[in-house]
């Protein structure tokens, strides 16, 4: 059964430093989620083009090796007008989960999204009012029990907060 563990990184370059540490323990930017708000305009974020995004998703941004390169890593990035919440950045599985949420105007904006993850909501609620504050959330969808504890220790190291994990839902399709 699949585990995803939690982490919040104080911004983005703490976020970039955790995420490039995940990416040098061999997780797939497929298995790794970030969320953070998108304060500058996603002009200022650099992806790769080629990053395939979910339907219903915009995302501006330029090519290149600017600040967010290691973030561009990520799946399917690409920004997201939650109501109530207003525009966020996303990647990797948390995208489809809070998909949903943007496109429709479901209520619940971040919480629902998180909790139809598998995350309860009271900690669902903690990590979207770190978010709103500008902090990120990353997550790590991991296969078996190393995997958690290899995911657990970066962010440990990386002084990461709110360091949590759970068994996860399906995500919605």
Not at 21 to 42: M, Q, R
Not at 56 to 66: D, I, K, L, N
Not at 125 to 154: C, F, P
Request: charged letters at 15%; a negative charge; hydrophobic letters at 40%.
């Amino acid at each position: 059964m699949k585990t995803a563990v939690y982490c919040i990184a104080s911004d983005s370059t703490h976020a970039e430093q955790i995420v490039q540490s995940l990416k040098n323990a061999n997780f797939s930017n497929n298995e790794i989620s970030v969320l953070f708000p998108d304060k500058g305009g996603t002009r200022d974020f650099a992806h790769e083009q080629n990053t395939k995004l979910p339907e219903g998703a915009a995302t501006g941004g330029v090519a290149g090796m600017g600040a967010g390169a290691i973030l561009g890593w990520l799946a399917g990035i690409g920004t997201l007008a939650i109501p109530g919440v207003g525009p966020l950045i996303a990647a990797g599985p948390i995208m489809a989960a809070l998909g949903g949420a943007a496109i429709g105007g479901a209520a619940g904006g971040i919480v629902g999204g998180l909790v139809g993850m598998g995350i309860p909501e009271y900690e669902a609620k903690l990590y979207e009012g770190k978010i709103r504050g500008g902090n990120v959330l990353i997550s790590v969808h991991t296969e078996n029990s190393d995997q958690v504890s290899v995911a657990k220790k970066i962010f440990e190291d990386a002084k990461a907060e709110d360091i949590k994990s759970t068994t996860e839902a399906s995500t919605p399709s």
